[in-house]
């Protein structure tokens, strides 16, 4: 049952020619075909593709090709419908962009082909990963592993649960706003988003360009430093990547934390945690100060008015950004008398509820005469937002916080109040606007149903050698990951 | 801004969405609550504060002026809706 192996473990064997590739990718494939209509995480995938490069996988391993090489061979691992893969579908859970396939490789899909990787399936977000429990989807939502009754979480609602039911060994997604942290708490996985400029862009669905950031689902905090090796560093092609060496992420990964300062931010321990979220949380700062590191008190005073500040400039952005569909060279084209009665029509056809909501709202902070009083005093807010984290990072290594004030909800609970919805990601929030690397692994679970709780770690800009680190730690000591959702 | 100054229609035809008279209704009132919302940052002191449009701002990144394989036309015509002549098609822009 190769499916339901980590990386370490699944490269290991491959390497001992205990297993094949081909044998992993038809483990995941025949357990999709047990679990994903109850899961509902794959929008597609293409079952001959993958078995194609499981076989080439198998040839270079028995042409004497290592995991030393390449370290992902005969891996299989599915991607956000948000990523360009080329000659499969690019959907973004939308409606609007018909039967698109993509031209070419995003470079995050080059680097994990070039490591070896089964790169395989389409997994379900919301709608233009807008949303935080994939109802925003045009498609369908998508169900947690561990009570299908609740929501995965989202935007990358579909790559988080894919991976805690093991359907597929890690995934890739992106987080503008906590679009890998929160899903990966609420489903019971490690997901990490790299500080701004880690991972080049080249090839993911613009929502909003200062946020946005891609990065992977992973089982194992190991795992999560190897996916997160091989799509870092510079890419010529994404002007906002940084040019900085990625240093070896898996030689951080240690058992002690002594002399590591974590820092609690007295902002996040508020009022709306729920208390078995609360309890979970502070279990885990008693057993990260057990590993030997330091906690004290850090205070973000401007963290109050993150998801305000977000949802000015991540609408603005998105305003920007989503003008390209306007049916004029891709997706499904609405008919109209002259060009600006199409793109209406195609907009106003192709767009769900929650996209049109957002557009609208940047369009408004971003025009003639609330400029200034919006967007502009929002980038402002964000200044302040970034120098509260500097200031206490001068002080701790890195922040502690639950990742979500609750577990997984329920399907519907908060469809009808956009702002509740936008409320669930009031930790998340604030580090995508410091443009600063985090990370979310699970450290407990609710009694009455068992649901997953994720600890969020924050970490200076550059700073994931210390998350993974201190998340490799965490999870030797105290086997959470190791928990499966029922239908794993 | 107060939200009963917020203008739907006039900003969904700014944005290019055609919006049905409900949709109008019901995305009217929740932008309403979220303006609502944000209006908090007002009370942000925000003076001499710089903005920030990026976390890490890098200006002025170049590339040698040397020409780049791109996508081929038939290949960048592969997803259009409409084409003729390796071109896109639209509606008639001028009479």
Known sequence: ?488 | MSAEKFDIHYVANLARIALTPEEEQRLGSQLGNILGYVEQLRAVDVSGVEPTSHAFPLVNVVRADVRQPGLETEEALRNAPLKANGLFMVPKIVE
């Not at chain 1, 906690?295 to 920007?320: D, F, K, N, Q, R």
């Not at chain 1, 200034?372 to 290594?397: M, P």
């Not at chain 1, 469809?415 to 604030?430: A, E, G, K, N």
Request: with cysteine; hydrophobic share 40%.
């Open chain 1, 1 to 488: 049952m190769p499916h339901r192996l980590n990386i370490s473990e699944l490269t290991a064997r491959l390497a001992r020619r205990e297993t094949s590739a081909r044998e992993a990718m038809q483990s995941c494939l025949d357990h999709i075909g047990r679990v994903d209509s109850a899961v509902k995480a794959f929008l597609s995938y293409d079952t001959a593709d993958a078995l194609a490069q499981a076989d080439r996988a198998d040839r270079e391993i028995a042409e004497g090709r290592t995991h030393a090489e390449k370290p992902l061979l005969g891996v299989p691992i599915a991607l956000k419908d948000v990523l360009c893969q080329q000659g499969q579908p690019l959907n973004c859970g939308s409606k609007i962009l018909g039967n698109y396939r993509s031209p070419y490789d995003a470079t995050v899909v080059v680097k994990l082909k070039e490591a070896g990787a089964i790169v395989f399936g389409r997994l379900n977000m919301d709608e233009f990963a807008m949303g935080s429990s994939t109802e925003n989807s045009a498609f369908f939502t998508t169900r947690n592993p561990w009570d299908t009754d609740r929501i995965p979480g989202g935007s990358s609602g579909g790559s988080a649960a894919a991976v805690a039911s093991n359907e597929c060994l890690a995934s890739l997604g992106s987080d503008t706003g906590g679009s890998i942290r929160q899903p990966a708490a609420l489903c019971g996985c490690i997901g990490v988003k790299p500080t701004y400029g880690r991972v080049s862009r080249y090839g993911l669905v613009a929502f909003a360009s200062s946020l946005d950031q891609i990065g992977s689902f992973t089982k194992t905090a190991a795992d999560a430093a190897l996916m997160t090796q091989i799509i870092s560093g510079h890419d010529p092609r994404d002007s906002t990547s940084l040019n900085e060496p990625v240093p070896d992420y898996r030689a951080a990964l240690g058992n002690d934390l002594r002399g590591l300062r974590l820092g609690v931010a007295k902002e996040f321990m508020v009022g709306g945690l729920d208390p078995e979220v609360r309890d979970s949380v502070d279990a885990a700062i008693r057993q990260l100060q057990s590993l030997g590191a330091t906690v004290e008190e850090v205070s973000l005073p401007h963290s109050e008015h993150a998801v305000a500040t977000y949802y000015i400039i991540a609408t603005a952005e998105a305003s920007a950004n989503l003008a390209r569909f306007d049916g004029v060279r891709y997706g499904a084209r609405v008919a109209g008398s002259d060009p600006t009665e199409m793109y209406e029509r195609t907009r106003g056809a192709g767009f769900g509820a929650e996209v049109k909501r957002r557009i609208i709202l940047g369009t408004y902070v971003l025009s003639s005469g609330y400029y200034d009083a919006y967007y502009l005093r929002a980038q402002k807010v964000r200044t302040l937002i970034r120098n509260d984290f500097l200031k206490a990072f001068e002080k701790v290594d890195a922040i502690v916080s639950p990742t979500t004030p609750t577990a997984a909800f329920r399907l519907g609970e908060k469809t009808q109040d956009p702002l509740q919805m936008y409320l669930s990601d009031i930790f998340t929030i604030s580090c995508n606007l410091a443009g600063i690397s985090g990370l979310s692994m699970p450290c407990g679970f609710t009694k009455s149903p068992k649901l997953p709780i994720g600890l969020q770690l924050l970490g200076k800009p550059l700073g994931e050698p210390t998350l993974f680190h201190i998340a490799h730690a965490y999870e030797q000591a105290t086997g959470w990951h190791l928990e499966r959702a029922p239908l794993a």
